[in-house]
């Protein structure tokens, strides 16, 4: 694709940022109705567990499927199929009333969420190749903007009495949006002759190095606590802190404006400071604050939200790292990172279910302690393992 006039960059960057609101709002419906899900429908922990696998399940598909496809015909029909489904997915699951069907269509919307993670990111990357970080993490902050406005919204109807699947069609309204929005958007002519070639030989051996390894791991581990956190918190401040709908509810949206201003303050900072240093630092803060809410003082369970200010810069700071790094193929590049974060994402949420189920919430809920210190191991292993290749 090429590029020549700055208002065309700027119109793109725009629909991106615009894309992950839609991405943020949408991936965060889920924990604030999850209570309600679970007593309508009378499933256990395990089983809500279940439904939210199928949502990342759908995302690692998507990141795998659209890299390809982002090399091969462009970032616009990734974006556009993304709004596409989401609409479908929004519609069948607030129609759902089992737990494969409420899976399926999970599933079908973390395809929708996988799309643009790939698509948007890709999308910026390739328009901002100075800077890379810090625009990543200004579009991050539209991702936290539209997370941190679900819960509230998703609060504010549950409390009026509005049932859990009306929530979802909430939803259709944006995912039209971003159909119309990259259906009109005029992207520049792709220069066919100058694509680089996917030489799946190459691709595997650069897809699956030594040196590309942990940074799947640090992704994977660092998405289970994000999503764990996220996926679980509402139902943790109300079974074992005794809050209400609209304070745990509101807690989320905390958690997700932390991880707006995290965003924005830390898209100046990881260049100063350094990618890889930057998020060790900051998983080691996280995962402090983790361990602060849930075996400190009651009066401190605020830090829990407030690690959202911490882990903000992780994802985004990772994939700059990554971008700046590797070239030839980098959306299929990128489309593997993303699947490893996808895999990160199903089980995160999953296990925390699963082990709620048998040992109890509070020591369930705690598996995210785990994942937040193995994120700053890996951290420290990237960035021992650069700092001897610099040498």
Known sequence: MRISLPNSVWLLTAGAFFAFFVFGFSDNLKGPVLPALLEDVKISYASG?????????????????TGFMADAFGH???????????????FGFSNAGTTLWLSVWMVVLGFGLGSIELGGNALVVLLRPVGTARYLNLMAVMHGLGAMIAPLFVGWLLS???????VYLWDLGLACGLIVLFLTARFPRRDVAHQPKVDLKQLSLTAFSPRILPFYFALLIYVAIELGIASWMV??????????????TQALSVFFGFVMVGRFVGSFVVERTGYLRSVLVAALAASACVAGALYGPAEVWWLLPGSGLFLSIIFPTVTAEVSSTHSGNLNTILGMLFTFAGLGAILGPWLIGIASDVVGLQMGFSLNLVFGLLTAVSAFWL?????????
């Open 76 to 90: 616009k029909w990734v974006l556009v199929l993304a709004g596409v489904a989401l609409a479908v997915g929004a």
């Open 383 to 391: 960035l021992r393992a650069k700092t001897r290749r610099t040498i």
């Open 49 to 65: 567990g279940t439904i939210l696998m199928g949502l990342y399940l759908g995302f690692m598909v998507a990141t795998l499927v």
């Open 235 to 248: 139902e943790y401040l109300q079974k074992i802190r005794g809050q209400s709908v609209n304070e745990s």
């Open 160 to 166: 009026g009495g509005t049932s859990w699947r009306t």
